[in-house]
């Protein structure tokens, strides 16, 4: 099954994921414990990667990436 997050803890439980989704494709599951995570309907979703670039921890990791590359830059000149 296709997961938006790596595991449990690195998801929010934000939504933005669910929001954003054009195919309605992912819905939030209650887990064992009571926390809601995205579920995705395979045979919904088109892999149009929006959730991914919805997801606060995918967006971080991005900033991130993109500071280094900045500061990386500002040192070759």
Do not use: W
Not at 32 to 48: H, N
């Amino acid at each position: 099954m296709k997961k938006i997050y790596d595991n449990k803890a690195s998801c929010y439980g934000c939504t933005a994921c669910v929001n954003l989704c054009p195919k309605q494709a992912i819905t939030m599951k209650t887990d064992e414990k009571g926390f809601t995570y995205p579920s995705i309907d395979e045979t919904l979703c088109i892999e149009c990667g929006l959730c991914e670039k919805a997801c606060p921890q995918h967006l971080e990791i991005r900033e991130l990436l993109e500071e280094v590359a900045e500061a990386f830059e500002k040192e070759e000149k």
